[in-house]
Nanobody, 120 residues
Framework: QVQLVESGGGLVQPGGSLRVSCVAS????????MAWYRQPPGKQRELVAR???????TYADSVKGRFTISTDNAKNTVYLQMNSLKPEETAVYYC??????????????WGQGTQVTVSS
């Protein structure tokens, strides 16, 4: 199947920047899209940004102009560069991928999440 492993989370001060990464591995034939979601404490999971294999991107209104999603398709890796972070963006950030494997058609996969804390 597909394993998604996030890295790069941590503690950052308000107004600071952080980049999180996610590497997809497994019996991958192709990846159609990758995305980042986040789940603040006590709230529902929400889409932050999404990018297709063709490079089309979608952002939540709240992060437009501050966050940038990008991929290294050769490495099956997706990045989220987060600038001007706000305390209310403290959350667990989850990697998401839609992928085809050698045994399964297009399927959604989730990473375990990485904690991002924005605090002084």
């Amino acid at each position: 199947q597909v394993q998604l492993v996030e890295s790069g989370g941590g503690l950052v001060q308000p107004g600071g920047s952080l980049r999180v990464s996610c590497v997809a591995s497994g019996t991958i034939v192709s990846i159609a899209a990758m995305a980042w979601y986040r789940q603040p404490p006590g709230k529902q999971r929400e889409l932050v940004a999404r990018i297709t294999i063709g490079g089309s991107t979608t952002y939540a209104d709240s992060v437009k102009g501050r966050f940038t999603i990008s991929t290294d398709n050769a490495k099956n890796t997706v990045y989220l560069q987060m600038n001007s972070l706000k305390p209310e963006e403290t959350a667990v950030y989850y990697c998401y991928a839609e992928a085809r494997t050698t045994t399964r058609s297009l399927t959604a996969y989730w990473g375990q999440g990485t904690q991002v804390t924005v605090s002084s």
